[in-house]
């Protein structure tokens, strides 16, 4: 099992930016995809943005793409997401999770632990 735990959530205004961070213990890192996951009230929970677990390969949801960065550091155990342009309709609680690294990392059903989640709020 794997422990996750994010930081670096908050209130920003419309234009801004924040990075997130998910610190990984409790399994080999490098064998892990992961992935940075959204909720906002009332809808479900989307992936944002996947990387996989040899730094290489990403994917987005169209409505971040050219705003999100995606980024890991293996010799850390540490993801990032790095959020520019942010919109009012960017705010979620967002989730860090991981999945085997012999998934593909780019459905939510490929991923077992999750983290509790940090609160990005945007506001207009």
């Known amino acids: 099992q794997v422990q996750l735990r994010e930081s670096g959530g908050g209130l920003v205004q419309a234009g801004g930016s924040l990075r997130l961070s998910c610190a990984a213990s409790g399994r080999i890192f490098i064998w892990l995809n992961m992935g940075w996951f959204r909720q906002a009230p009332g809808k479900e929970r989307e992936l944002v943005a996947a990387i996989r677990s040899g730094g290489v390969i990403t994917y987005y949801i169209d409505s971040v793409k050219g705003r999100f960065t995606i980024s890991r550091d293996n010799a850390k155990n540490t993801i990032y997401l790095q959020m520019n342009s942010l919109k009012p309709e960017d705010t979620a609680v967002f989730y860090c999770?991981?999945?085997?690294?012999?998934?593909?990392?780019?459905?939510?059903?490929?991923?077992?632990?999750w983290g509790q989640g940090t609160q990005v709020t945007v506001s207009s």
């Open positions: 999770a991981a999945a085997d690294y012999r998934t593909t990392g780019f459905k939510i059903e490929d991923y077992d632990d």
